[in-house]
C-alpha cells in the first residue's frame, strides 16, 4: 500500500528519541529539551506525510503496515487510519512540541527523564491510535500508563503520590477488566476463523453471542468509560489534573481523554453490536449526567485547574453522547467536538500553565484585574475561553452543535434493536451544557482578567515572552481554522463515519448465536422472533431453567410475529445449528434468556 | 531396568553440574583466601556449560521426540531441555550474584557453590523425570541442598530460623509426597509416569487416585509455596542471604513447577481421577484462585522488600497453578505457556534480588521499602531497571512478564467451555491489586527524595546480572516469537 512506511516512522521517532535523549549526559538540559523537541517536531512532519497518502473518499483504512509479531500467537504489527483517527494522530503530533515547548524551564529536575517519558508517552498514544490488532492496541494502551504516572508522580503537585496512584489503579482496573474481554473474543474467534489471530479486521468477521457480547461490551465500556471520563467514574480526573505538571495536564485532557471515546468507537461498539445496545441507554444518561454535572461542579471550583478538569468532564460527556446516538452527525460531531476540545483545554492548561509560573497560585481568588498587565494573553486566552465556551465562528461550536443535533435527530435513524431513551429530551438536556458551560468560562476568564487589580503581586506580571507565544498562536490559529473551515475535515471524516453507521446496523440485525462468521447465519432481522421461538423451544427441550421468555412483541423491524413461507425450513437450519454448536448454544441462549433480554 | 552407556550422553547437563559441584566441594578444602570469587566464577562456568550442552542436545532433538534414559527412570526431550537450561542459567545467575553478599554480610563459605550445582542436579533430574521415583529423588537432592544454602549465615538468627522452618516443613512435605506416591503406585502397580495415565484410568481402586492425587497436590502445594501451604516462604525468603532467595525464588520454584508438569501433566493428564468435571484440577484451581489472592493481599501491607517480594512469588506460584490446571484440563498452549511464565518469571527474580543485594551494603542492607527512597535521582540506571522487572511482576507490557501472564491466561481461557474463566478474571484482578504494591517500590525511588547517599555493594557479577535481566526481561516482552518457537 503506499505510504505505508509513514505510520512505523511515526510511531518510531519518538522512541527513538528517547533512547537518544537517555544517551546524553545528565546535565546538559539544554540538550535535552532540544532534542525533545526537535524529535517532536519531526513526528509532526513525519505525520503530515499521511496527508499526502490519505485518500479522503476511501472508507476503509488507508497506509496499512502489517508484519507477523509473534507467530505462535497471530499478533500482527499492524497499524493504518481510516477518517476516524487520522486528525487523532495530527492532534497528538501537534500537542507534543507545543507541550514540550511551553514546558521550558518549569521544569529544572531530572530534565531528561522528563523528556524521554514523554517521548514513551507519544509512542504509546499514536499507537493505540493507529493500530490494527488487538494485542498491540492493548500493549500500546498500557505503554500510555506508565509515562504519565511518572509525570503525575515525579514532576507533581503538593499530593502527587495519591492522585498518581489513583489514576494508574483506576487506569487498571479498567483494562484488565478489558483484557479478560480480549481473551475471550480472541479464543472465540480463534475457533470460528480456524487459527487464532488479533487482527481487528479479522476479529471483526466474527459474530459472537448475544450474551457474550454484552458481557465483552460491559468489560471493554468500563475501560473506556475510567478513560472518558464518564460520570461516576471521573473522580480520578480533578487529581490527577491538579498534581500533574502543565506538560502533563495538556496531554492529559488533549490527547489521554480521547481514547475513551475512541476506544468505544475503534473497538467495543464494532465488535459487541448487541452489547452497545444494551449498555447505550445507561451510557447516554450517564453522558449527559455528567455534562451537567461537570458544567455545575466546574462552577463551584476556586481552583483553575479543578475548573478545567471538570470542564473536561463536562466536554467529554458530549463526546461520548454523540458517538451513542449512532447518527453521522452525531460521530462527526463527536470527533470533531475531540478535536476542539483538544486544542482549546490545551491552551486553557497552557495558559493556566503561564498563570503559574509568574505567580505560582492557581486560585482564582488570588487573580482579578490583569488585563491590563498582560493584554496579549488576555486576548488570546479569551479566544481559547471563546473556543471551548461553543462560540460560533470557533472550534468548540461546530462538535457540540452536532453533537446535540445528531442525538435529536437520533430517534428516526436508529437501527433495529438499538434504542435511546428520549433522544430530544437528552438532546435538549445536553443543550444546557452548552450554557452553563460559557457562563462558568466566562465567570473564570472575568475573575482572573477584569474587576480591580487589588493584589500586589499582580501588579508586575510580564506579558507573554516568545516561547510562550510560539506556543499560544498555533492553538488560537487551530480553533479559528477548525470554527470557520469545518467542512475539510468533516468531509475526510465522512465515509469513515458512513461506514461505521452502516457496519454496525448491519452487524446488529445479524442474529445471534454460537459464534460465527457474518454472513454464515442466513437470518435477517424479520426472522429474529422464530429464532428466539426455536432457541426457547430448545432450552424446554434440554430443561434448561430460567425460561420465561416473552415470545410477545418479537418480530423485528416489522412489530409483529409474521411467518413468511419457508419458516420451518428455517426452524430446521436453526436446530440444526444447534446440534453442531454443542453446548455452547444452550449456554448462550440459556443465559440471555435469563438476563432479560430486551425483545426488539 | 537396564543401563545403556549411550544414555549418559543425554544426561551430560545433569553430569556436568553434578561433577563440578563435586569438585567444589573439594577445591574448597584446598582453598585459601577469604574472598571466593573464584569459586563463583567456577560454578557459573560449570553451570552455563551445562545449559550450553542443554540448549546443544535441545536441537539434536525433534519436536516431539521422547528418548526413554536409564530404564524408565528420565527421559530426554525438548521440554525437558528448555527447563534444565533455565535452571543451570538460573544458578549461574545466583553464583554470580553470591560472592559480593558474601563478602559484605560475612558468610564466606565455600562449600556454598559446590552445594548451589548439588541442588541444581536435582533440579535437571526434575526436568527430565519420567518416574515418580526420580521425581522423589530430584526433589529431594535440590531441596537439602537449599536447606544448607538457607542456614549458611550462620551468624543471623533470622537466618538460622529460616532454615529450620524451611526444612522442618520441607520434611513434612516430603511424607506427603511419599505418602502420595505410594498410594497413586497401588492404585496404579506401577511408577512410570507415561504408563500411569493409562493404568490409572482403568484402576479398580479410585478412591486410591483420590487420596493420592490430593496428597501429591498438597506436596507440591508446599514446594511452590501455595496458599494454605505458604507459612514457610515469607520467613524463609527474608531470613535467607539474598542470593539464596533469588535461587529459591526462581530456581526451587521453577524447578517444583517443571515436576507438576511432569505428574499431574502427564500422569495424572486425561480423565482419570473422578473429582468431578475438572479431575484433580478442582483442588487446584481453587488452591490457585486462593494463592493468587492472599499472596498479593498480603503483599500490600508488606514494608520489608524481600517479604513483599516474598509474597508476590506467592501470588506468582497463584498463576503458575493456573497454568497447571490448564494443562491437565488439556488446553492445548499451556505446555508452552507455562515453561514460557517461568522463564520470563525467573529472569525477573533474579534481576530483582540481584538490585535488592546492590542496594544493601555491611552497615545498611537496605530491605524496607522507605530505605529506598530517592535510588532513582542517585542510581538512576539501577532504579530504571528495578522499574522494569517490577512492571514485569505486575504485568505491564512491554515487558516479559506481561506476555507471560496473557499466555498463561489464554491458555486458561482454551479449557472447553470456558470453565476457567472465573479463574482469569480472579487473575487479572489480582494484577490490578499487585500493580499497587509494585508501584510503591517505584513511588518510593523516584517520588521521594534520599535521607542519607547510597552506598551499593558493587561488584562485577552482581552488575552483570542487574544489566543482563532487566534487558532480557523486556527482550522477552518485545520478540516473544523466538522464545515461542523455542519452547513450543
Not at chain 1, 462538535?399 to 428516526?412: H, Q, S, V
Not at chain 2, 550422553?9 to 556436568?16: D, F, K, Q, R, S
Request: hydrophobic share 50%; proline share 5%.
Amino acid at each position: 500500500m503506499p505510504g505505508s512506511f509513514v505510520l512505523p516512522l511515526v510511531l518510531g521517532l519518538p522512541i527513538l528519541g528517547a533512547i537518544f535523549v537517555m544517551c546524553m549526559p545528565r546535565s546538559e538540559t539544554t540538550l535535552h529539551r532540544g532534542l525533545g523537541l526537535a524529535f517532536t517536531i519531526a513526528t509532526l512532519v513525519a505525520s503530515l506525510f499521511m496527508l499526502r497518502y490519505f485518500n479522503p473518499r476511501e472508507a476503509g483504512f488507508q497506509l496499512v503496515f502489517d508484519t507477523e509479531w509473534i507467530p505462535g500467537l497471530g499478533a500482527h504489527f499492524k497499524t493504518g487510519v481510516d477518517g476516524i483517527s487520522v486528525f487523532l494522530v495530527l492532534l497528538t503530533t501537534l500537542l507534543m512540541p507545543l507541550t514540550l515547548l511551553c514546558t521550558g524551564k518549569a521544569i529544572e529536575k531530572h530534565v531528561r527523564e522528563f523528556t524521554a517519558a514523554m517521548l514513551v508517552l507519544e509512542t504509546g498514544m499514536l499507537g493505540a491510535f493507529v493500530s490494527l490488532d488487538l494485542f498491540l492496541f492493548y500493549v500500546a494502551w498500557e505503554v500510555m500508563l506508565i509515562p504519565m504516572y511518572l509525570l503525575i508522580g515525579i514532576w507533581g503537585g503538593q499530593r502527587r503520590l495519591y492522585a498518581s496512584i489513583k489514576f494508574v489503579i483506576y487506569t487498571m482496573v479498567g483494562s484488565l477488566l478489558m483484557l479478560v474481554a480480549i481473551f475471550y473474543v480472541y479464543v472465540q474467534a480463534g475457533s470460528v476463523l480456524g487459527g487464532y489471530t488479533t487482527d481487528l479486521e479479522r476479529l471483526l468477521t466474527v459474530a459472537l453471542p448475544y450474551n457474550a457480547q454484552v458481557w465483552c461490551f460491559a468489560a471493554f465500556a468500563l475501560a473506556f468509560a475510567i478513560k472518558v471520563p464518564l460520570f461516576p467514574l471521573h473522580t480520578w480526573l480533578p487529581d490527577a489534573h491538579v498534581e500533574a505538571p502543565t506538560a502533563g495536564s495538556v496531554i492529559l485532557a488533549g490527547v489521554l481523554l480521547k481514547f475513551g471515546i475512541y476506544g468505544f468507537l475503534r473497538y467495543a461498539m464494532p465488535m459487541f453490536p448487541h452489547g452497545a445496545a444494551v449498555w447505550a441507554p445507561t451510557i447516554a444518561i450517564l453522558s449527559v449526567i455528567g455534562i451537567i454535572y461537570g458544567a455545575i461542579v466546574a462552577f463551584a471550583q476556586d481552583d483553575v485547574k479543578k475548573l478545567v478538569a471538570y470542564s473536561s468532564v463536562s466536554h467529554l460527556g458530549f463526546c461520548a453522547l454523540g458517538v451513542f446516538a449512532l447518527t453521522s452527525y452525531g460521530i462527526s460531531g463527536s470527533i470533531f467536538a475531540m478535536l476542539s476540545h483538544g486544542l482549546t483545554t490545551g491552551g486553557l492548561f497552557l495558559g493556566i500553565g503561564v498563570l503559574y509560573e509568574r505567580r505560582h497560585t492557581r486560585r482564582l481568588s488570588e487573580y482579578g484585574g490583569i488585563w491590563k498587565q498582560m493584554p496579549v494573553f488576555a486576548g488570546l486566552f479569551l479566544i481559547v475561553v471563546m473556543g471551548s465556551a461553543g462560540l460560533p465562528a470557533l472550534s468548540g461550536f461546530v462538535g457540540e452543535f452536532l453533537t446535540i443535533l445528531g442525538t435529536f435527530i437520533a430517534g428516526d435513524t436508529l437501527p433495529g434493536g438499538y434504542e435511546l431513551p428520549m433522544p430530544r429530551l437528552l438532546g435538549a438536556l445536553a443543550a444546557t451544557g452548552v450554557v452553563l458551560g460559557a457562563i462558568y468560562l466566562l465567570w473564570m476568564f472575568q475573575k482572573v482578567f477584569f474587576g480591580k487589580l487589588d493584589k500586589a503581586k499582580n501588579g508586575k506580571l510580564p506579558d507573554l515572552n516568545g516561547r510562550e507565544l510560539a506556543t499560544f498562536i498555533p492553538l488560537v490559529i487551530g480553533i479559528f481554522l477548525l470554527g470557520v473551515f469545518p467542512r475539510p475535515l468533516l468531509f475526510v471524516m465522512e465515509p469513515a463515519v458512513q461506514k461505521f453507521t452502516r457496519d454496525f446496523g448491519r452487524r446488529i440485525t445479524e442474529c445471534d448465536g454460537p459464534p460465527h462468521s457474518y454472513g454464515t447465519r442466513s437470518c435477517d432481522p424479520r426472522m429474529k422472533g422464530q429464532a428466539d421461538i426455536q432457541r426457547n423451544l430448545d432450552d424446554v427441550a434440554r430443561g434448561a431453567a430460567g425460561v420465561s421468555h416473552t415470545l410477545g412483541g418479537t418480530g423485528g423491524t416489522g412489530g409483529t410475529v409474521n411467518t413468511p413461507p419457508g419458516a420451518g425450513a428455517r426452524g430446521d437450519e436453526g436446530a440444526a445449528g444447534n446440534g453442531a454448536g454443542g453446548s455452547a448454544e444452550s449456554a448462550g441462549s440459556a443465559g440471555s434468556a435469563g438476563t432479560g433480554r430486551p425483545t426488539p | 531396568m537396564s543401563f545403556n552407556p549411550a544414555d549418559l550422553g543425554y544426561l551430560v547437563p545433569y553430569l556436568i553440574l553434578a561433577a563440578t559441584g563435586m569438585l567444589l566441594v573439594l577445591a574448597e578444602a584446598f582453598y585459601h583466601g577469604e574472598d571466593r570469587t573464584a569459586l563463583a566464577t567456577l560454578t557459573a562456568a560449570g553451570a552455563f556449560a551445562s545449559a550450553i550442552a542443554s540448549v546443544v542436545l535441545f536441537r539434536q532433538l525433534e519436536g516431539n521426540t521422547k528418548i526413554s534414559l536409564l530404564g524408565d527412570m528420565l527421559v530426554a526431550d525438548r521440554t525437558g531441555y528448555v527447563l534444565s537450561a533455565l535452571f543451570a542459567v538460573t544458578t549461574g545467575l545466583a553464583a554470580l550474584s553470591s560472592p559480593a553478599h558474601q563478602r559484605e554480610h560475612d558468610w564466606q563459605i565455600g562449600e556454598y557453590y559446590g552445594v548451589m550445582l548439588l541442588s541444581a542436579s536435582g533440579m535437571v533430574m526434575l526436568a527430565h523425570a519420567a518416574n515418580l521415583v526420580t521425581v522423589f529423588l530430584g526433589i529431594e537432592n535440590m531441596s537439602i541442598g537449599v536447606y544448607v544454602m538457607c542456614a549458611m549465615r550462620r551468624r543471623s538468627r533470622r537466618g538460622n530460623e529460616a532454615a529450620m522452618k524451611y526444612f522442618l516443613i520441607g520434611a513434612f512435605a516430603t511424607g506427603f509426597l511419599m505418602y502420595g506416591i505410594a498410594l497413586i503406585y497401588g492404585a496404579g502397580g506401577t511408577t512410570k509416569i507415561a504408563q500411569l495415565a493409562t493404568v490409572l484410568s482403568q484402576t479398580k481402586n479410585p478412591g486410591l487416585v483420590v487420596a493420592g492425587g490430593f496428597l501429591l497436590v498438597i506436596a507440591f502445594g508446599f514446594k511452590v509455596a501455595a496458599v494454605p501451604f505458604h507459612m514457610w516462604a515469607p520467613d524463609a525468603y527474608e531470613g535467607a542471604p539474598t542470593p539464596v532467595t533469588a535461587f529459591m525464588a526462581a530456581a526451587v520454584k521453577a524447578a517444583a513447577v517443571a515436576a507438576m508438569i511432569r505428574v499431574f501433566g502427564t500422569a495424572l493428564g486425561g480423565d482419570v481421577v473422578p473429582f468431578g468435571t475438572l479431575g484433580w484440577a478442582s483442588p487446584l484451581v481453587v488452591i490457585a484462585a486462593i494463592t493468587i489472592t492472599v499472596g498479593n493481599i498480603t503483599a500490600v501491607r508488606q514494608d520489608n522488600i524481600k517479604r513483599m517480594l516474598a509474597y508476590s512469588s506467592i501470588s506468582h506460584a497463584g498463576v503458575l497453578l493456573v497454568g497447571v490446571s490448564a494443562l491437565g484440563l488439556g488446553a492445548p498452549s499451556a505446555n508452552t505457556s507455562l515453561v514460557y511464565y517461568l522463564i520470563a518469571y525467573s529472569f525477573t527474580t533474579m534481576g530483582a534480588f540481584a538490585i535488592v543485594a546492590y542496594v544493601g551494603s555491611r552497615n545498611r542492607e537496605r530491605l524496607l521499602v522507605d530505605d529506598w527512597a530517592g535510588l532513582g535521582a542517585q542510581h538512576p540506571a539501577i532504579a530504571l531497571g528495578m522499574t522494569i522487572l517490577l512492571l514485569s511482576f505486575g504485568g505491564i507490557p512491554p515487558t516479559g512478564g506481561f506476555f507471560a501472564k496473557f499466555y498463561i491466561f489464554k491458555a486458561a481461557m482454551e479449557v472447553y467451555d470456558g470453565q476457567l474463566l472465573w479463574l482469569v478474571v480472579v487473575g487479572v484482578i489480582n494484577s490490578a491489586i499487585s500493580i499497587y504494591y509494585y508501584l510503591r517500590i517505584v513511588t518510593a525511588m523516584y517520588f521521594r527524595e534520599a535521607t542519607q547517599p547510597f552506598a551499593p555493594t558493587r561488584s562485577g557479577g552482581l552488575l552483570f546480572v542487574i544489566v543482563v535481566c532487566p534487558l532480557l526481561v523486556l527482550e522477552l516482552g518485545i520478540m516473544p516469537g523466538w522464545w515461542l518457537r523455542l519452547v513450543g
